[in-house]
Nanobody
Framework: QVQLVESGGGLVQAGGSLRLSCAASGSIFSINAMGWYRQAPGKQRELVAAITSGGSTNYADSVKGRFTISRDNAKNTVYLQMNSLKPEDTAVYYC???????????????WGQGTQVTVSS
């Protein structure tokens, strides 16, 4: 079994910063890409940022220059540093990991439970 546990969400004023963390644990053989998605009320879930095992990154246009994704492969952890936050960044943020499990060696996608980020104006 694999678990992704997120932390770091909360309430912040516009212009402020938050740092999200997501740690993967359990029957993991290797992790490919890790990423953050978000879903605002009434909207579809969207990719915020992703990072490969080699460190290549990809960002949504709306967060480029404000958010930074990073990962610690030794800890199976991915981070999202969010600066200059805007009210439109308000959403539930979900961690995603594309990984190969140690039990079956199958490549599967796993999701965290989500963490609320609220930016007040």
């Amino acid at each position: 079994q694999v678990q992704l546990v997120e932390s770091g969400g909360g309430l912040v004023q516009a212009g402020g910063s938050l740092r999200l963390s997501c740690a993967a644990s359990g029957s993991i053989f290797s992790i490919n890409a890790m990423g953050w998605y978000r879903q605002a009320p009434g909207k579809q879930r969207e990719l915020v940022a992703a990072i490969t095992s080699g460190g290549s990154t990809n960002y949504a246009d709306s967060v480029k220059g404000r958010f930074t994704i990073s990962r610690d492969n030794a800890k199976n952890t991915v981070y999202l540093q969010m600066n200059s936050l805007k009210p439109e960044d308000t959403a539930v943020y979900y961690c995603n990991a594309n990984l190969r499990t140690a039990s079956s060696l199958r490549v599967e996608d796993y999701w965290g439970q989500g963490t609320q980020v609220t930016v007040s104006s």
